[in-house]
């Protein structure tokens, strides 16, 4: 059974950072998308940042610069840090990953098979 834990929300103050991490369990997604989504109260989850099997990787407009998306395929991990936070930031935050193998559109919500839970991230000001 494939599973998804994300870990390393919480509460921080603008500007501040956090790194959240996301163990995979049951099989392993070195040729496989891994991404990170995020969805804020009354909105549509969106597309956060994405890494595939070659390690290159793809962010929202809204994040570049600020966060860094990266994996750890040894470990069956990923990863998001996330600097220069900003209130429009608080979302829950959900990991995931495609079963398709050399997938070229690795933002679409629709080309990821397994989710997370999800991690709260709260950025104050």
């Known amino acids: 059974q494939v599973q998804l834990v994300e870990s390393g929300g919480g509460l921080v103050q603008v500007g501040g950072s956090l790194r959240l991490s996301c163990a995979a369990s049951?099989?392993?997604?070195?040729?496989?998308?891994m991404g990170w989504f995020r969805q804020a109260p009354g909105k549509d989850r969106e597309f956060v940042a994405s890494i595939n099997w070659k390690y290159s990787t793809s962010y929202a407009d809204s994040v570049k610069g600020r966060f860094t998306i990266s994996r750890d395929n040894a470990k069956n991990m990923l990863y998001l840090q996330m600097n220069s936070l900003k209130p429009e930031d608080t979302a829950v935050y959900y990991c995931?990953?495609?079963?398709?193998?050399?997938?070229?559109?690795?933002?679409?919500?629709?080309?990821?098979?397994?989710w997370g839970q999800g991690t709260q991230v709260t950025v104050s000001s």
């Open positions: 995931a990953a495609s079963r398709r193998v050399g997938l070229v559109d690795t933002t679409a919500l629709s080309q990821y098979d397994y």
């Open positions: 049951g099989r392993t997604f070195s040729s496989n998308a």
